[in-house]
């Protein structure tokens, strides 16, 4: 009985040691030169001169906070409108510098590569047609070969791409509807129609993306 309680007791006292060992090592927190506490950068130095700096800062956590589970009316791009002035487009937002930048580039009117982008493919830089149109601009196979475009799926290629071909047939025909039209149809389809083709896609599509120049890109 003796030698279990030495025993235990000896256990004790070397716990204590170890434990009075690791709070002389602990490192004392201190506030870095040059730093602040509204950065929350702060610089922990241990009495070997080891300093470790740490960024940011965590929050208390709220005890009572209600819990809000994920629905329609709190998912923030629920209701976004692609026909928004303001950029609540996501996609658009992005892509837009570089479409106005070939706009600018190309000589377009302004905001009609925005129109047709749109119109193609709502900016959606992997959409993939049954026709194998790729990409923002909706590129063929052949169009893109022609325009020096190797990856249809590159959105910044893609674009300029687009913008160089609806320069090339605004200067073939001379006015906007029959560009767009012949962008849609081809421009094969726009000259042997001697105008918009009459087709069940053509007329619409003119129409859609003349409407959207008008009224949201400029």
């Known amino acids: 009985m003796t030698r279990l309680l030495s025993g235990a007791l000896a256990s004790i006292l070397a716990i204590a040691l170890v434990r009075s060992a690791f709070a002389a090592e602990a490192p004392s927190p201190a506030i870095g030169e040059g730093s602040t506490l509204q950065t929350g ?11 470790l700096v740490t960024f ?4 208390t956590p709220k005890q009572n906070e209600p819990v809000v589970a994920p629905s329609q009316t709190t998912n ?24 106005q930048a070939a706009e600018q580039r190309f000589g377009i009117p302004r905001g ?25 601009g909706q590129l063929m196979p052949p169009t893109a070969a022609t325009l020096g475009v190797s990856n249809r799926y590159d959105a910044r290629s893609n674009i300029m791409g ?17 560009a767009v039209a ?7 389809a726009v000259r042997s129609s001697n105008g918009i083709p009459l087709n ?5 599509y003119v129409r859609n993306l003349l409407y959207f120049w008008k009224h949201f890109t400029r």
């Open 162 to 178: 687009a913008a160089h071909y609806l320069r090339q047939i605004l200067d073939q025909f001379g006015a906007v509807h029959l």
């Open 182 to 188: 012949a962008y849609n149809a081809g421009p094969g």
């Open 76 to 99: 923030p791009i629920a209701n976004v409108r692609w026909h928004s002035t303001s950029g609540s487009s996501f996609r658009r937002a992005a892509y837009l510098p570089y479409v």
């Open 112 to 136: 009609l590569l925005d129109a047709l982008i749109w119109t193609e493919s709502r900016y959606n830089p992997l959409a993939l047609s049954k026709a194998g149109a790729v990409g923002l």
């Open 200 to 204: 069940n896609e053509t007329p619409n």
């Open 41 to 51: 950068v702060t610089t922990i130095v241990r009495p070997n001169g080891f300093a």
């Open 56 to 59: 940011g800062t965590w929050g």
